[in-house]
């Protein structure tokens, strides 16, 4: 957790292009862009992956996919994909649970 990429971007220690924050959420611009808007959306409490998630985190994950809809109405996107990777097999190279919003 200490060397999280994601925890060190939550705290500050390392900078990234913020698109949204609040108390439980971050969300900033992907440095290697997929797609012409592609912004990660990340709760701040380290979660390694969708496989760590416990009963209580349901609330946070709701948090998670309204912070994506507000950033998505707020840059007007008509249509987008939200995306997790979960595991190595399934793509995931930050072990630091986040969504990804492409569009
Ligand atoms: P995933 O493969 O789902 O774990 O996605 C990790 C994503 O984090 C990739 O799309 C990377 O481009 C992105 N990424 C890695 N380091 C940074 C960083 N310092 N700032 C912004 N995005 C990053
Ligand atoms: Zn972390």
């Not at 990234?16 to 990340?42: G, Q, T, Y």
């Not at 998630?53 to 948090?63: F, P």
């Not at 998505?72 to 919003?101: C, F, M, P, S, T």
């Amino acid at each position: 957790m200490d060397d999280c990429i994601f925890c060190k971007i939550t705290k500050g220690e390392i900078p990234s292009a913020k698109v949204f924050e609040d108390d439980k959420i971050i969300a900033f611009n992907d440095i290697n862009p997929k797609a012409r808007v592609h912004i990660l959306v990340v709760p701040k409490k380290h979660i390694e992956s969708v496989k760590h998630l416990e009963r209580a985190d349901k609330e946070m994950i709701g948090e998670l996919f309204l912070a994506a809809k507000k950033i998505a109405e707020e840059k007007n996107l008509q249509g987008y994909k939200l995306v997790i990777n979960v595991g190595r097999e399934g793509g995931q190279l930050v072990d630091h649970l986040h969504l990804h919003l492409l569009s």
